[in-house]
Structures are given as C-alpha cells and as structure tokens.
C-alpha cells in the first residue's frame, strides 16, 4: 500500500481594519549610515516611436500614455539605478520608399549611466512617432550600448510586430542570448494583436525574460515601472541548456549542478539521474509564472506535478505536486523530491527491484493545471544532486533552533536579489537594510555549516503612506539548499509599522544530516549544508497604480551554532557541483551570483479586499483580508 504524507502550506493574513484617508503621500526609503548605495542591473529602456503610436488612446495618442508611463517609471526609479533610454522610427515616414532609412532608424537618447532624472524627462518629452518598427537592430544597439559584462536588462515597448524582418527579432534574440552575454529582455505589448503578442513573447522568452499585455495606456502606467523594477532588480533563469523529452527512454541524462530548460502547458518531460548505490540524489524544478493584470482568481491556479521512475520506466508510486493560486502576482512554484530509493537493497523477488538500489532514475514534470493568460511554454530550472552514503551521520537532529538576538552595531545597506540566482549575500548577524517597491520579491542568501542555524526577523518602518495607495500584503519565507520552503509569514502594510513574523522569529537549522531522520517536516528539510535563502516580499498596493515609492525593509539576521565536523561520507561529497562551494563575500552589499543556483522561488501574495463605506467626518473604514497564494503538496 502506498504511504502518502501531505503537508499543506495556507498563509492567511489578519484582517486588517484601518480608517484611511483619501490624501496618502509617500516618504523615500530610510537612509543608512553606509555610504555606499544599492547595486542594481543596468537597464536600457527602448520605446516604439513608430508611426502608429500616433493612434488614439484614452487621454490622447498612444505615445501620449507611453510618456506618462515612462515618466512614472523615472519618478520613481531608485537614485543608484543606471537606466537608459532609445528610441526607433523616430527619425523618418513609414512609406515604403522610406523604409530602408526607417529600418536603420534607431536612436540612443540617453546612454545607462548614473541616473538623471531631468535627462531622461527631457528625451521622452522629445520623442515623435512617425516611421518603421526596425525592433531586431535595436536590441542590438541596445546590447552593444550597455556594459560589457555583468547582469544587463532591456525592457522593450512595442505596439506592433517589428516591420523590418528579416532577420527574425526573435531570431537575433536568441543570438544575443547565444552569445553568452548576461543580457535579459523583458517585453511589453502595448495594445498588440496575436501576431504581436506571440513575437514580443519569443523575444522574451529566449533571453529568460518575461513578457507582459498593457491593453490600454492605464494598464502601461501601471506595468511598466512594475516590469522595469524587476528589470533592475535582474530576474533571470539560469542553468546548463538541457532539453527533456516526452518519454523516459530517450530522456537526456541530467549530472549535478544546475540545468535550464523550458516546460509547456500541459506537458510532460523526463530528465534522467545516474544515483550510485546507497547514494541519495536531490531533484527540483522550478517554473516562474509571469505578473499578468486582471486575472480572475477563478483562473489563476498553476499546479506542477514531480514523479519519479525507476528501470524500465517503473512507475516507482513517489511524487508530489506544488500548486499556487493567485499566479498572476509572479509565482515561482519550486517542486522537489530527495530520492532515497538507492540506499534500499534489492531483493531479487519482486518488480520493486526496478526502484531500489543504484541505478538510472527518471524524474518527470508535468504543467497540469493551467492559469488563464500565461505563455504556451516558460522557463524551467532544474537543480540536481547526488549525496554519497555516510559511515557516521553526525550528531541528532535537534528540535531547538537558534535564538534571535537584537543585532548591534550599524545598519549594512543591502540589494537584494530578483531570485535565488541573484540573491545577496548575508555574511554574518547584523540589521540589513533594503528598499522594496509594491510588487517586488526579493531574496537573501546565508551559508549554513554543519551545526549552524539562522533567526530572523524582518521590520517594515513606517514610509508616510496613507490611503488605498498604501495597503499592501507581506510575507517573508525561509527557503532550504533545494529552493523547497520551511516556514513563512504574511500580513498587512497600510503605512504604519510592521513585523514579520508577528512574534517569535524565522528559523533555519541548527543542520544537521540526521534532521532527515525527524518526525518534523520543517526539521526534515534542514539536512543539508549550504545556502539557505530568505525572501521579503511587498505586495502589490489595493490601487496598484504602478506609481508607489519603496517601503523601507530592516532585516535583523542571527546566524549562530556551534559549527560541528557533519556526516563522515564515503566519498568526497560535492552534492550540487559548483553550487556547494560559498563564495566570499567582501561586504554584505556584494550581489553574488552564483550561475550554478537554481533561480525564482517567488512566492508571492494577491489581496482581496471588502470595502466598507461610513458617513461621518469624510472617513473611510476599510477592511480587509489579505490572502496569501496557496501552496499544497501532496507525496506518494
């Protein structure tokens, strides 16, 4: 009979009543003592400058809410970001006898530098649609205009398909990704049709960006500072290439480290994992879900299932399912499995033998269920490892965790992170400092030894805020080496001063190998040593206008327990290949990127709100109900 344990993971905030009133204002994030600023991507931003962004729009043409949108975006860009401006078809008509000028007619209005507001105001105000849509050579001038190395974004504005092929826009996409520069490109469609929508969706997905549907010029002004952030902050897939196929036999063999692929609606790949005998391997998947407006929470469900085969394709009855409801507030669903079915020895008696001991194993994935709107294929990231067997597994699992402790000492300024890839380094205890815009998840890496554990807690101090405008849900998540979630907490944020968790603190560790062997799920999955991931998530505000200023974001970090000599393993133990060595780190402001670090594990929360009209000195009573997303997993 199969055994089935499920855990499942429901994040309801408190409900929150607050009188508001209709005048909110924002407040900067807070400063710091340290001097030196947050380290973003630098970030090119292309708008469409064609002869049919002259079309009408609600308060004027097209171009009209494309310079709103991108003034609002300037507005509120953080002071250390290095953004860009170009412009195409600018420059000419869009007849034909203009079109071979039109198709080379791409400018460079301001190049990524520091930030100059007043310069980047100035060139979009000066922008005038008139000619072709040459797309393709603008993301390479764009490209060749950004820094030479390290993590750059393009987010391109379009309204229409490029007019200038061949060659292919997305064709030259895939040669910038190619290339191996570490170049994203995030797209939006600005009132696109089908042919459109599927371009701009190929040009994204083929440099790991995500592509995003603006209906109207309100919908822009709201998604484009929101996609731009997530531009800065460098959100990216990452892995060796890897293509799984539709049956186990043909499945490609998958070594340790980390692998990208891609997973289509209602698909099912296989990837096969060589496990030695008495050998424990570690597979996870995960596949990020694009912010799309205006999903109903009737059609915002994504569930992605994990099963695992022995030879022959034996169906070997283990597997387990993660689902997210609210998928179109960006979700990243990480589905994991740690396989111990090589440590059992074979009996020689039974077809159980095709499941037990060393051997080849195939894991598949399958997208089964569905959320409206999202691409026909996205992104996956897989993370793979191979533990050897143990002669001593160390000490017992222990069920006290580490105690927080109020840190001393100065504020450290801290950038964190898209996702796992990009993910800052927290090197030691101490108060962090961030700035987190409504709508963004940003991650936190700690290296956890044999015997170390961490606590924290994340303060959000009060920004000024009042009004609609402010109303925000919360959640912080704790994340083990496998990207699977321990523990999390949610709440509201209205302006005022909040905590997460409400009392006590977030926990991970002390590790230890034997944690496996408790009756403790959370304590189960703090087996390993290595990276441990803490995210802070804000949500998007009630009004969700795309205009909000960053909320200020404390988090207090203990990492502390006697560092113990772990597991004694047969064999030398590089588990994840390149993803187990930490890298130093020179301050806390370091955003290592570890490419061998499975990306995106967002996930993120939705509101629903019931609003509750009272007459009497022009207050408002509003409560609310913040509802996190969901997650159940389910093991067989």
């Known amino acids: 009979m199969i055994s089935r344990a499920g855990t499942r993971r429901a994040a309801m905030a408190a409900i929150l009543i607050a009188i508001l009133t209709a005048t909110g204002q924002y407040a900067q994030a807070q400063p710091t003592s340290r001097e030196e600023g947050p380290q973003y991507a630098p970030t090119m931003l292309i708008l469409d400058g064609s002869g049919s962004m002259q079309r009408p729009d609600q308060a004027g043409t097209m171009m009209d809410a494309a310079k709103t949108a991108v003034h609002s975006f300037v507005d509120s860009a953080p002071a250390e970001a290095r953004i860009g401006l170009m412009a195409y078809g600018t420059g000419t008509g869009n007849t034909e006898a203009e079109k071979q000028a039109g198709c080379r007619d791409v400018r460079v209005l301001q190049t990524p530098d520091a930030l100059d507001r007043e310069a980047l105001h100035s060139a979009v ?80 997905q083929s440099t790991g960006g995500t592509y995003t549907d603006a209906a109207d010029g309100a919908a822009l002004k709201q998604i484009l500072p929101r996609v731009s952030a997530a531009a800065l902050r460098n959100y990216q897939p990452a892995g060796t290439p890897i293509t799984g196929t539709a049956n186990y036999d043909t499945a490609p063999v998958a070594t340790p480290g980390q692998h990208l692929d891609t997973l289509g609606q209602h698909e099912t790949r296989y990837w096969a994992v060589d496990v030695p005998d008495d050998a424990t391997a570690y597979f996870s998947g995960t596949v990020s879900f694009p912010r799309l407006p205006g999903i109903d929470s009737v059609d915002d469900t994504n569930v992605i299932r994990l099963q695992v085969y022995g030879e022959d394709g034996r169906d070997c009855h283990t597997g387990n399912f993660e689902q997210a409801t609210y998928s179109s507030d960006g979700v990243a669903l990480t589905v994991a499995e740690i396989w111990t079915g090589a440590t059992e020895k074979r009996d020689g008696k039974t077809s159980a033998d095709k499941c037990t001991g060393g051997g080849r194993y195939y894991f598949a994935l399958s997208w089964s269920t569905v959320s409206k709107g999202v691409p026909e294929r996205l992104p996956l990231e897989l993370l793979i490892g191979i533990e050897p067997s143990v002669t001593d597994g160390g000490p017992v699992a222990t069920p006290s965790p580490v105690e927080f402790r109020e840190p001393t000492g100065a504020d450290t300024t801290v950038t964190g992170g898209g996702s796992f890839n990009t993910a800052a380094t927290l090197s030691e205890s101490g108060r962090y400092v961030d700035a987190v815009r409504p709508g963004e998840f940003v991650f936190y890496k700690v290296w956890l030894d044999w015997g170390r554990g961490l606590a924290y807690r994340v303060h959000f101090p009060p920004n000024g805020g009042k009004g609609l405008d402010s109303v925000a849900n919360l959640r912080t998540a704790v994340y083990s080496p496998i990207r699977e979630e321990i523990d999390s907490s949610n709440a509201s944020y209205t302006g005022t001063e909040n905590t997460l968790p409400g009392d006590g603190a977030m926990n991970a560790g002390p590790v230890r190998y034997r944690n496996r062997d408790s009756d403790d799920a959370e304590i189960r999955q703090q087996s390993a040593a290595g990276w441990y991931y803490i995210a802070v998530k804000v949500g998007s505000t009630f009004t969700d206008k795309g205009e909000q200023q960053p909320i200020p974001v404390q988090l207090d970090l203990t990492v502390d327990g006697d560092e113990e000599s772990g597991p004694t393993y047969t064999e030398a133990a590089d588990i994840f290949g390149e993803n187990t060595a930490p890298k130093a780190a020179d301050s806390a402001t370091d955003t290592n990127t570890d490419s061998n670090t499975l990306a995106a594990a967002e996930e993120s929360s939705s509101s629903n709100w019931m609003l509750v009209a009272g007459i009497g000195l022009g207050a408002v009573l509003v409560l609310g109900a913040v509802s996190a997303i969901v997650i159940r997993r389910r093991r067989g």
Do not use: Y
């Open 125 to 204: 105000d000066g922008i005038d649609p008139s000619g072709w849509t040459p797309m393709g050579p603008a993301l390479r001038e764009a490209a060749d205009t950004l820094p030479s190395s390290g993590p750059r974004s393009i987010v391109l504005v379009s309204d229409g398909e490029d007019t200038c092929a061949p060659p292919d826009v997305c064709t030259i996409a895939k040669e910038l990704n190619d290339s191996g520069i570490d170049l994203v490109v995030h797209t939006i469609g600005f009132a696109v049709d089908a042919a459109a929508r599927a371009q701009l969706t190929c040009v994204a």
